[in-house]
């Protein structure tokens, strides 16, 4: 091998870029469950939504010539249900913002202190709104730290005023941390005011009460089927919806949502993981190519060590070992490269890939096994020549 330098290179060429494949697609795949399920998780994976509207396909139920609707008294009589941690109404709405000469178009959700709790936001600053101020429909607002920096760039915004439409709202406390939310908006961009000064100031709806939608949350270690099945049977009760009537209101399960999107990571994990494999299996078809030519060129040695006392064992064991150390050797220059190639990718800030101790297991079992099969073929081969033939070859 080390008087051969170009040719033993060349054969663990095709082993490099495999095992590289292998190591960094099982690590991106990895990640990329990891990334989905932190996601998942600072979404919640226990909330249901409810929103006004049933199946369309089975006319939805229209009351007193009125679409169907979800009210603010909908939402405490879910909040009591014992199959629930709690249930909160949300008015939303896009408006336009203003300090000073500085404005901006940004989605204003009213919502009710319950609602901090069960989408587990925390306060950075100041402190959320009260059940009295919902009551007093107080002007008060809740910010995301984008929002306070954009419109109170290095200086504290508690006690500063924001005008929402032209209403002045106080700024009483502005939210912790930053991410992708259910709605599809950022944490960080979110504008919180209490749901009752949002109905009186803001959102107009056609009756006064009315939500856009309620989020609920099943208590910790509960069923979630159970819980669906209890807002359904209140809903339908408090809407007075007779049995062979639709629903005229849609629950969404947002476990549901995780456990596809778990199978979806998963199986783009295992195909990122086939796709690197099979790259392994074509430089294993290298080393098999080039084993072959080395047995031909290496045909007196061969015929040598035979003639001295050198069982056809010896020989096979030679060639697989020269195969196996082949193999190793790429698979550590293999997952140097992936390990510089995932530092590069997590550099860049925009998705985190981190090398696990499995994919380099993985990687190096596999590549053993590589180098056992398509090795033990050319071995056997040069076990089975003959030392009379060895040493007549030219």
């Known amino acids: 091998m080390l008087a051969n330098r170009l040719r033993t290179l060349l054969t663990m060429l095709g082993i490099i870029i495999g095992i590289t494949s292998v190591v960094l697609l099982l690590a991106v ?29 089975q006319q939805q139920r229209l009351r007193a010539g009125a679409a169907p609707a979800l009210t603010m008294n909908d939402a405490a009589a879910l909040n009591a249900l014992p199959s629930l941690a709690g249930a909160a109404p949300v008015l939303q709405g896009g408006f336009n913002l203003a300090v000073g000469n500085e404005s901006a178009s940004k989605t204003v959700h009213g919502v009710t202190p319950a609602m901090f709790k069960i989408r587990g936001w925390k306060i950075d600053k100041g402190s ?19 929002v306070a920096d ?3 760039y290095k200086i504290d915004p508690l006690g500063k005023y924001i005008r929402i439409e032209n209403v002045s709202f106080q700024v009483v406390g502005v939210l912790y941390g930053e991410g992708k939310q259910v709605d599809g908006g950022d944490l960080a961009d979110y504008v919180l005011v209490p749901i009752t000064a949002s109905a009186a100031n803001l959102v107009r709806m056609p ?8 989020v609920s949350q099943g208590k910790s270690g509960g069923n979630l089927t159970d819980a669906i099945q209890d807002i359904s049977e209140t809903l339908r009760d408090r809407h ?5 009537q639709p629903d005229d209101f849609r629950i969404d ?22 796709i690197g494999a099979i790259s392994l299996i074509v430089g294993g078809i290298g080393i098999m190519n080039i084993m072959l030519v ?3 060129e290496r045909t007196r040695e061969i015929g040598i060590r035979m003639a001295i006392g050198a069982k056809p064992r010896d020989v096979l064991l030679q060639f697989l070992t020269e195969a196996v150390v082949i193999c190793l050797v790429g698979g550590v220059f293999g997952i140097v490269l992936a390990t510089g190639a995932a530092a590069a990718i997590t550099s860049t800030g925009k998705f985190d890939v981190f090398i696990t101790l499995q994919a380099v297991v993985v990687a190096c079992g596999f590549s053993s ?26």
Not at 128 to 146: N, P, Q
């Open 128 to 146: 959320a709104f009260s059940d009295a101020d919902v009551r007093a429909a107080a002007r008060m607002v809740v910010i995301g730290r984008k």
């Open 150 to 152: 954009q419109f109170f």
């Open 207 to 214: 009756f006064p009460g009315n939500v856009h939608y309620v």
């Open 369 to 394: 096994l590589v180098g056992v099969f398509f090795g033990f073929y050319p071995a056997r081969r040069a076990s089975k020549l003959l030392p009379v033939d060895c040493l007549r070859y030219e």
């Open 294 to 296: 080395s047995v031909t």
């Open 240 to 244: 007075h919806i007779k049995y062979e």
């Open 29 to 57: 795949g990895d990640s990329m469950k990891r990334f989905i399920a932190k996601e998942l998780e600072q979404l919640g994976t226990n909330m249901l939504f409810v929103s006004p509207g049933g199946d369309r396909a």
């Open 253 to 274: 399960n947002l476990a549901s949502f995780a456990e596809t999107a778990q199978k979806i990571s998963a199986g783009l994990a295992a195909l990122l993981g086939l």
